[in-house]
Structure formats: C-alpha cells, structure tokens
C-alpha cells in the first residue's frame, strides 16, 4: 500500500511535470504561444514598421527591421506620401527604375495600379500573397505598382513591396478614379 509520502511525491511529480510542458503550449484564448522568443527569421516588430504579418495558403508577408528598408516618395496631385521598402530583389528592382511617373486607375474601390516600364524580380517570392491596407505591391501579371487603400484578399501573382507610411492609405482612398503618380527614392 502506497504511504502518504510517496503519494505527495508522485501528485509533485506529475504538477511538475505538467507545469514544465506547459510553458510552451498554446494559450488557448488567442492560439498563441505562452513564451516565445523573437525568431530571427519572423516579423520584426510589425506594427512599428508599419506591417502586420498575414498567412494564406501557406505565404507569410513578414516586416523587415526599419534599417533594412528603402524610403521611397510618392506625389500624387499636390499630396505626398511616403512608403518604407523591404529589402528584396522585387524592391531593389522597383527602385532601380525610380524616378517614375506612372498613369494609376483604381480598382474595386481597393487599389490603385499602374503599369512599371520594366517587370520587376521574383526570386525569393512566395506564389502569391494577401496584401493588407497600406502595403505597396506589384502584381506581376499585369507588370503593375499597386498601393493597396482596401480590403484585398490572398492572390496569386502579389508580390508585397513595402507599406505606406502613416495615413497613406486613407489619403489614397479618398482619391476618386484614376491618377498620375510620380515615386521617387527619398535620400537618407
């Protein structure tokens, strides 16, 4: 017959033991991880750099640090805006072929898309992705720049580019129809 002692060991034991494999379960409120350090590879700090990380199908669309992306200007009519650039051979591209003006209609009330001169690299690229409001893209079927200003779901052929500063997007969706878009690089 167990005494007493070895009953409290083993009850200690298996709290123990239940406490320890818990640390790294799910919360079961949220689905997220109840400790988790920073993963190198994982979005760094996405709401301070402007972008959220959105999975679909298997695409992850992940911020990059502040440092380690390109400023690009945008001036539409008399309004500037401006959008921070990932570091991918996709941006490297775009900024390539920078200065621009490029004729831009709008798009289910969504996004605005022009034309680029050149297609831009997909190397690295997920197959498709789905943009949130304030990402800059490219969709590669058409060869367009597309600021994203609504609701766009998961696509095949979006390549995200970058986010649009502060309230861009916004500024962008109260623009009616089509519009002439000059982007630029903004020197450091």
Do not use: W
């Not at 861009?168 to 129809?177: N, W």
């Amino acid at each position: 017959m167990p005494t007493a002692r070895s009953v409290l060991n083993a009850l200690l034991t298996t709290v123990f033991g239940l406490t320890v494999a818990s640390c790294g379960a799910a919360d079961t409120r949220s689905g997220q991880p109840t400790t988790a350090a920073p993963s190198p590879s994982g979005p760094a700090n996405a709401s301070s750099a402007g972008q959220t990380s959105s999975t679909e199908g298997g695409t992850t669309s992940s911020a990059t640090n502040q440092e380690d992306r390109m400023k690009i200007r945008i001036t539409i009519g008399d309004q500037r805006f401006q959008a921070a650039l990932s570091d991918s051979a996709a941006s490297r591209d775009l900024v390539a072929q920078l200065p621009l003006t490029i004729e831009m209609v709008d798009h289910g009330s969504v996004e605005k898309t022009g034309a680029l001169p050149s297609p831009l690299s997909l190397d690295g690229q997920p197959d498709g992705a789905d943009p949130d409001v304030g990402d800059v893209g490219y969709y590669a079927p058409g060869n367009d720049l597309v600021f994203y200003y609504g609701d766009q779901s998961y696509y095949s052929g979006i390549v995200l580019l970058g986010r649009l500063d502060g309230d861009a997007a916004a500024r962008i969706a109260d623009l009616d129809g089509s519009v002439t878009a000059t982007i630029e690089t903004l020197a450091d």
